[in-house]
């Protein structure tokens, strides 16, 4: 066994051990797209989420990268039940709340709540900071009113504010305040699970680091879940032990951080890391060497067939095109939908997912090959998975 | 395209149809009776109740099912068919039996019949709308045109003391009533100073195109004047909003002069809320502009509502509700057409 | 750096004042910096810093408004802020041109990207309609739009967002400027999409020979494009140089702060970030003495008040010629690589620390 494996095992025990908080399975979210005509009958569907399955333990986080359009915002969304979903389940602290009511949600919105990306427009410019921090333990009632006052105060002085400026506005305070000001009122509710949406990218690069600084501090003492929603990838990585990648309404790789980001199996995943500018790249001078990806992201109203990645993919073939990849568990916190997975440069030439799903090597069905192996789909990890070097499904 | 359009229009439809039932059951709500206007000085119980049957209107205190609700309902329903096929006066089939040489008919659309005027509403509405489409257009031309270019001009000059006048004005005229501004023209203008002759209303068959735009100088002035100022007032923040867009910064930054700058780029983004509320102003005069018609005694629509209103004429004020109604809607489409022509953001696929 | 003279871009002492009711708040405070043909310079700093103010005055787009500059702007010889309005307009698009972070905002959402571009060509080129209509298309097809002949005609918002950024350069290049000002071109773009217009700058850059001058908060984007740097705060410049030297042994804490306060894609994610505290200093009333002083973790290293009292000069570096900082710090190199990069990434901090006792030892050798 080679050391990469060694760490691989030790990073998947921190995974696999604690309790999931949320286990999301098959979730989708179609918006329908009206047609001009008289009746306005629904055309089509932006297949904004399509099937996505993931899990975050208690005290965890999980990262959600992807580029605009890929559904990691939608995602968020749907875990706040801002949106209702199309399909799937969102199993929170042991009960689906896809299927809530408006009503049934009240209790849940104390245990879920979200950070937003611009602090300019999510706080209401009209109330002062503490009726907005103070807003959700009314409204929850949670604690006597003459005791909102120093819970606001209390929350101000963890997120590093001035437990005085209670009374301020909105306005009288710079960027970094009010995101912090946005947490806090996060926080107010004492949630297990945070879902935090692109929570630095409109802050300067001198601020961001003292509000992930403080994120990461809030996490360790209070032990709150976190889904972080980012697409800056080394903010994410920096952040959560364990990331997913998304691209076009799907999960095409989720692993932990060290997998993910040393050894992507996705040309996806890679192309994406290729692409980062780095600071390093001074001592060398000039560009650092990088997949390019041609053309844009396809429609979502349209996604092409098979594996929604193939049309820019460099390693595309027939079956890409034929059979969508399964998201297969390829180590023990690793999994990939691809159907050559491997490290850059090292893809395999023939797909290694024929076997499982009943098809020849160019994508058409084949009866030679057998019927198609049940695979699990669900979220989190088996301890069974596919090893890649034997092509077969192994275990631990 | 079409398709939206034919269904703004069917939209707007159930609206007409919606404010003509509200009309008539708020009529009834009164506890005047219509009737008894419409029976005229010498009247006695029984020729109120024959003009009460001529024209439909509902019994009186026969509950407020019969009278409030039900009545005016029917009447309602007898006056929608009257518009899509047309009908014939009395209302009252026994009346038109016993009387058939003074049966009037009313073509569709037919919009009712004013047993006060003894006309049908059509004829008199198609009397007064030239009237008062000849002064809303005349001002609608007045207040855009000189409304856009002084607002530009305050835009231009920010802050400098051309800026502060023309805003200053432009409050001070806004701040005057209409009716202020009407007689004041009408009395020292054309009256005490006899700058011009006291206007009145000249048909273009008649008097020519020059005759009757000239008469209606005063008239368009008084009207353009209010919605001038707030016209100044828009344009003026839309040119200032849009002189700070990114697009704006790009066109300086090519090279391109400071006029076509303010013209191509700053205004031509700045006019397109301004065509919107032009659209919908011009249609809001186009019921009738009650005061400036007043005033000059310009017989138009405004005029006609008043005088309706105050002969509890409901087949008139009917009519007019409806065509004021219906400028508005269809204005509102139009606005709407020509902002996908404006704006290619906005033509849909 | 070379003389100012031989210099493309020659900028002097340039200061950019804009007059308000609570006073004047001094946005670019006595900027200099030379830039060469065929080279890229990297404006780094945040909101606030005086870097966008800076670019839009070399392309005179203060002239008009209430703002105060002075100073010199030579390109090629010619000082730009003593031409006159209508030879400044002439000048912009056709010597230096720009482009802008958000390119669907920045372009007219109801003119066709094709009308645009030929807008920016007839302005400086009396050429006919169809004439500037062909070269639009060849600029397209020149900046990577598929069916340029087509797209031509479309509307910004029909096009993708890497795509408007395209038409945007192809704007800003159609007249074959000899500068180029890009003020955070990539910053609204996803990272596979900032790739390709980085490529097709330097590309671009290759081919025409200019000289771009990237505004970026993207210290990653400046490593990558970037021949020299100049880091500003407040409005001044505190550290200038070779990309590489600032890069790799910066002299100036805020610099540092930037570095540190950054995660990598590849660092050791056990360690923390280090932040700047505070927040970004008011231009109305910048701090005595050094305009950093409030927020630097260094300020006890410096004997007496020198911080909170002298403001730095702009000095030579360690380095030797190239590199210029503002700071009293006597030895950054040594807290550099003992105290800051250890914090943030310990295994540049050992490779840092060797290469100094290496030059130490040669310099005693030497003796």
Not at chain 1, 240 to 256: F, H, Q, R, S, T
Not at chain 1, 368 to 381: K, Q, S
Not at chain 2, 257 to 286: E, I, Q, Y
């Amino acid at each position: 066994m080679t050391t990469d494996e060694l760490t691989d095992r030790g990073a998947g025990s921190a995974l696999t051990e604690a309790k999931p908080i949320l286990r999301v399975e098959d979730l989708k979210m179609y918006f329908p797209v009206k047609s001009s005509g008289l009746m306005r009958r629904t055309i089509g569907h932006v297949q904004a989420v399509d099937g996505v399955s993931f899990q975050v333990n208690a005290g965890a986080s999980l990262g959600l990268v992807g580029e605009s359009g890929c559904g990691k915002s939608t995602t968020g969304r749907l875990i706040t039940r801002l949106y209702k979903p199309t399909g799937g389940s969102i199993d929170f602290d042991g009960r689906d709340i896809a299927k809530l009511s408006e009503n049934d949600l009240h209790p849940l919105r104390r245990d879920v709540q979200m950070i937003f990306q611009d602090p300019y427009t999510s706080l209401n410019p009209r109330h002062t900071v503490g009726s907005i921090i103070g807003a959700p333990l009314a409204i929850h009632k949670v604690v006597p009113k003459n005791k909102i006052l120093s819970r606001v105060q209390e929350l101000l002085e963890v997120v590093g504010l001035n437990p005085e400026h209670y009374n301020r506005y909105p306005h009288e305070f710079s960027g970094g305040q009010r995101q912090r000001i946005g947490i806090a009122r996060a926080l107010t509710l004492q949630p297990k699970l945070l879902v935090a949406d692109e929570p630095v990218s409109a802050l300067d690069v001198s601020i961001q680091a003292q509000v992930i600084n403080l994120l990461q501090d809030l996490q360790k003492e209070f032990g709150i879940a976190f889904l972080f929603i980012a697409h800056d990838l080394a903010v994410v990585r920096h952040f959560c032990p364990e990331i997913a990648v998304m691209y076009l309404g799907k999960i095409v790789e989720i692993a932990d951080r060290d997998t993910l980001y040393q050894r992507p199996h996705h040309p996806y995943t890679q192309a994406l890391l290729s692409a980062v500018p780095d600071v390093k790249q001074a001592k060398v001078g000039g560009r650092r060497e990088r997949i390019r990806l041609e053309g844009d992201v396809p429609s979502p109203i349209n996604p092409p067939s098979g594996c929604r990645f193939r049309t820019r993919c460099p390693i595309a073939q027939d079956i890409c095109a034929r059979v969508e990849p399964p998201l297969l568990q390829v180590g023990p916190t690793h999994k990939v939908a691809c159907h050559f997975p491997g490290e850059m440069g090292k893809h395999p030439e023939k797909p290694i997912t024929p076997r499982l799903l009943g098809v020849d090597d160019s994508g058409s069905a084949d009866l030679a090959a057998g019927p198609a192996t049940e695979l699990p789909t669900g979220p989190g990890y088996s301890d069974t998975w596919f090893d890649l070097k034997n092509n077969t499904m192994g275990k631990a | 395209m079409l398709a939206y359009v034919i269904r703004r229009i069917f939209i707007g439809v159930i609206m007409l149809l919606v404010m003509s039932l509200v009309t008539f059951v708020l009529f009834f709500a009164s506890p005047v009776d219509p009737a008894q206007f419409a029976c005229g000085k010498n009247c006695s119980p029984e020729l109120r109740e024959q003009a009460r049957k001529s024209l439909g209107y509902p019994p009186r205190n026969q509950g407020v099912w019969e009278s409030n609700i039900k009545g005016p309902a029917n009447m309602w329903a007898d006056f929608t068919k009257g518009i899509v096929a047309g009908r014939d006066f009395p209302a009252d089939k026994e009346m038109r039996e016993a009387a058939p040489q003074n049966v009037v008919h009313c073509s569709a659309p037919c919009l009712g019949y004013s047993q006060y005027s003894v006309k049908t509403v059509n004829t008199m509405v198609s009397a007064a709308f030239p009237i008062t489409f000849s002064i809303a257009l005349a001002a609608v031309i007045l207040w855009v045109l000189f409304g856009v270019l002084i607002g530009v001009l305050a835009a231009v000059t920010k802050g400098s003391f051309i800026d502060r006048g023309i805003v200053g004005l432009s409050l001070f005229a806004y701040a005057f009533p209409a009716f202020f501004i009407g007689t004041f023209l009408l009395r020292y203008v054309a009256i005490k100073w006899g700058l011009v002759s006291v206007p009145s209303y000249t048909p273009i068959a008649s008097g020519g195109p020059a005759k009757w735009a000239f008469n209606l100088m005063l008239p368009a002035i008084t009207l353009a004047l209010l919605y001038m100022a707030s016209y100044v007032r828009m344009t003026r923040a839309f040119v200032l909003e849009s002189l700070t867009e990114d697009y704006v910064r790009t066109a300086r930054a090519k090279g391109v002069s400071g006029r076509v700058v303010l013209f191509k780029h700053a205004l031509r983004a700045a006019l397109t809320p301004l065509v919107t509320m032009a659209g919908l102003d011009f249609a809001s005069v186009l019921g009738g502009a009650i005061i400036t018609e007043s005033i000059f005694n310009f017989n138009g629509l405004g005029k006609l509502a008043v005088s309706a209103n105050n002969n509890y004429d409901l087949p008139v004020m009917i009519g007019i509700v409806l065509m004021a109604g219906a400028f508005v809607i269809l204005a509102n489409i139009i606005v709407d057409i020509l902002y996908a022509f404006i704006d290619p953001r906005v033509r849909v696929g | 750096m070379s003389t100012a003279t031989s210099s493309f871009l020659s900028v002097r002492d340039l200061k950019v004042h804009f007059p308000t009711a609570d006073g004047i708040v001094k946005a670019t405070d006595g900027l200099s910096f030379d830039l060469e043909k065929g080279k890229t310079l990297g404006i780094v700093g945040e909101s606030g810093s005086g870097k966008s103010v800076s670019s839009s005055a070399i392309l005179g787009l203060h002239r008009g408004s209430s703002a105060q500059i002075s100073g010199e702007i030579l390109l090629d010889g010619v000082d730009l802020l003593q031409v006159s309005d209508e030879e400044m307009r002439r000048r912009r698009g056709l010597d230096v041109s720009m482009i802008f972070q958000d390119p669907l905002s920045a372009m007219h959402p109801y003119y066709t990207v094709g009308n645009q571009l030929m807008e920016a060509y007839r302005v400086h080129n009396n050429v006919s309609k169809k004439a500037a209509r062909v070269r639009a298309i060849e600029m397209l097809e020149r900046v990577g739009i598929p069916q340029p002949d087509r797209r031509v005609d479309d509307y910004p918002h029909q096009f993708s967002g890497g795509m408007r950024q395209r038409a945007m350069i192809a704007m800003g290049l159609i007249n074959n400027p000899g500068l180029l000002i890009a003020d955070e071109p990539t910053t609204a773009l996803d990272v596979t999409v900032q790739a390709q217009i980085l490529d097709l700058l330097q590309d671009l850059q290759r081919e025409f020979d200019s000289a771009i001058i990237i505004i970026t908060h993207d210290l990653g984007v400046v490593a990558e494009m970037a021949d020299d740097v100049l880091v500003m705060y407040a409005g001044k410049a505190v550290e200038y140089g070779p990309t590489k030297d600032i890069l790799v042994r910066p002299e100036m804490p805020y610099t540092w702060g930037l570095l540190s306060s950054v995660p990598d894609v590849a660092a050791d994610t056990s360690s923390k970030l280090v932040p700047i505290p505070g927040n970004p200093p008011s231009l109305l009333n910048p701090p005595t003495g050094c305009a950093f002083h409030p927020r630097c973790p260094h300020v006890a290293k410096v004997p007496g008040d020198l911080c909170r009292t002298v403001q730095p000069d702009l000095v030579t570096g360690r380095q030797g010629l190239g590199h210029l900082k503002r700071c009293h710090l006597a030895d950054p190199d040594t807290v550099y690589a003992n105290e800051v990069l250890p914090e943030f990434d310990p295994v540049l901090a050992d490779e840092l620390a060797d290469e100094l006792t290496a030059a130490d030892s040669n310099e005693k050798g030497l003796q």
